[in-house]
């Protein structure tokens, strides 16, 4: 019998060993008292007793291993423990960039197709096209039904002036060449889209907040302010969070001076904590409408909070997440890392937004389909709140309590569309695959546009673009059902185009095409052009 199986007969005694441990595991993961407590003693007793005296040779950093991220899910929901081979890619995702050859993808039919090249990269420089198809990876074959996003990004990514041989495919021409890319510093941008809406409304898309998520959204404004926006919809649908300082930074551009923006409280000396704004930022004049809905989480919901308890602006959508955590970096001895959450956050009016987890892990990440079950994504009428206590904006909006952040304009989940025939389409992923192989046809004329309203001009009607992917995703084993087809279409087709926006002029247009027909942007350019995002200015 191999470890790795008889590992599964190790339950109880990292039960034990959890128990142990979770009564000290916060005091022992943190810096001071080197000296060790009776109950760590105990601890390190039973580990060296299972060394030297249990029946089975067994690896004790196995059960370390196994035990840490249990001890921490017996905390709370979002101390997490993070090994020594999975810190760099998690934290290339909040740092902005990483080690990469440059290119965006999308895998199609067990191949990996470049959807777009980084510009300036590395692929770029040497010649990489969208549309090409890699095949294989330092000469070792790359497709098939085994590859997925992981193993791709563990053979691109890499360390920065290390080299790696990809094997392409030009669809084009039909030829087969080889590239050999050396690795460079790639930029990940965590503002996806930033567009004018009306003449005087911009529109600002965060994915995330990293570390250089202020200096793009900062850029974003001013570069809509120089186009004639003089108001906002901040787009944090989707974004679960990430750095808390950038969030401070970005509304510190819509507030007057003195403002609360958040408050943090601990149990340690000196980890109670109030940030003002200092009065500095640019846009303080600038009507703000932000998007939120429950899977915006965390920093979204800080900078979300102090819009809505300041009376900057209005927030549109659902309730957000309800995550009032926050988590400090910690490093274990073997440089592996705990974020162990060491405060709650509180909005200006003082509500902490962290939803209940006292019934458990599970309870808790099963929250949001309870959301669904009672109708909370449908109706207003069906979010719970906790009216116990109420909390007061700067002009005496009442907020009540209920783990996220409750919007000021309701808007419902958009199922239009969502029958059968969009379901079984979605599942194969068929519009983008209709919208990547339309594109391959027809690149040459394509990529003469330079503007989006080119391109769209140059686009066939949206009924024959309709017409021909019915009988695309016929060809691939969905039957043609016509009422259903029309019921959808609008949906279908705006979503062909946006892949094909974003394909040929790149990533940032995909958004300003599929949020054309988006219902919570529609609600906030109207309630931006009624004025209804503008509160009394108080002293």
Request: proline letters at 4%.
């Amino acid at each position: 019998m191999k470890v790795k199986n008889k590992l599964t007969y190790w339950t109880p005694i990292i039960g034990a060993i959890c128990m142990i441990i979770g009564l000290w595991g916060g005091y022992y993961l943190l810096p001071h008292q080197p000296e060790l407590t009776p109950s760590q003693k105990k601890l390190l007793s039973l580990l060296e007793m299972i060394d030297k005296e249990y029946v089975d040779s067994v690896s004790i950093d196995s059960l370390v291993e196994m035990s840490i991220p249990e001890i921490l899910r017996n905390l709370d929901p979002h101390s997490a423990y993070i090994a020594l081979k999975d810190k760099r890619q998690i934290s290339e995702e909040l740092e902005g960039s990483f080690g990469g050859v440059g290119v965006k993808f999308h895998i199609l039919n067990d191949t990996i197709r470049l959807v777009e090249i980084v510009a300036g990269g590395p692929a770029e420089e040497v010649g990489l096209l969208a549309g090409d198809r890699i095949i294989a990876v330092d000469n070792e074959n790359f497709t098939g039904k085994d590859i997925d996003e992981k193993m791709v990004f563990s053979h691109l990514r890499g360390e920065i002036g290390t080299t790696v041989t990809l094997t392409v495919l030009r669809p084009a021409d039909g030829t087969v060449r080889n590239y050999t890319v050396t690795r460079g510093n790639i930029p990940q941008p965590s503002v996806s889209a930033a567009y004018m809406l009306t003449d005087s409304i911009g529109m600002v898309k965060v994915d995330k907040f990293a570390r250089t998520t202020y200096d793009e959204f900062y850029k974003a404004l001013t570069s809509l302010a120089f186009s004639g926006a003089r108001k906002f919809v901040i787009d944090l649908r989707g974004n679960t969070g990430g750095y808390m300082e950038p969030a401070i930074m970005m509304v510190n551009e819509f507030l007057t001076p003195g403002r609360t923006i958040v408050e943090t409280r601990g149990r340690t000396p000196g980890s109670n904590n109030i940030v003002l704004s200092d009065g500095t930022g640019l846009f303080r004049d600038f009507e703000v409408a932000v998007l939120l809905d429950e899977q915006s989480a965390s920093a979204s919901e800080i900078f979300a909070g102090a819009i809505q308890d300041n009376d900057r602006g209005l927030i549109i959508g659902r309730r957000s997440f309800g995550k009032g955590l926050v988590q400090k970096p910690l490093i274990l001895p073997d440089s592996s890392e705990v974020r162990l959450t060491v405060q709650r956050y509180y909005t200006p009016s003082g509500r902490c937004i962290q939803k209940d987890y006292k019934n458990g892990n599970n309870s808790y990440e099963l929250e949001l389909f309870d959301r669904v079950d009672h109708g909370e994504l449908f109706s207003a009428d069906s979010i719970v709140t906790d009216k116990s206590r109420t909390f007061l904006t700067t002009t005496g909006r009442k907020m009540y309590g209920a783990g996220g952040i409750i919007p000021d304009v309701f808007v419902p989940t958009d199922t239009t569309g969502f029958n059968s025939y969009y379901l079984s389409i979605m599942r194969e992923n068929l519009p983008g695959a209709y919208a990547y192989e339309y594109v391959d046809l027809n690149r040459s004329q394509l990529s003469r546009c330079k503007t989006l309203d080119q391109l769209l001009k140059l686009l066939p009607p949206d009924r024959i673009i309709l017409e021909s992917f019915a009988d695309y995703a016929r060809e691939h084993g969905i039957k043609k059902r016509p009422y259903y087809i029309s019921q959808s279409g609008s949906l279908i087709v705006n979503q062909i185009k946006a892949v094909i926006a974003q394909d040929i002029l790149g990533s940032k247009f995909f958004y300003e095409v599929y949020q054309q027909d988006d219902k919570a942007v529609q609600q906030a350019v109207k309630e931006l052009e009624t004025g209804k995002a503008h509160f009394p200015i108080m002293p």
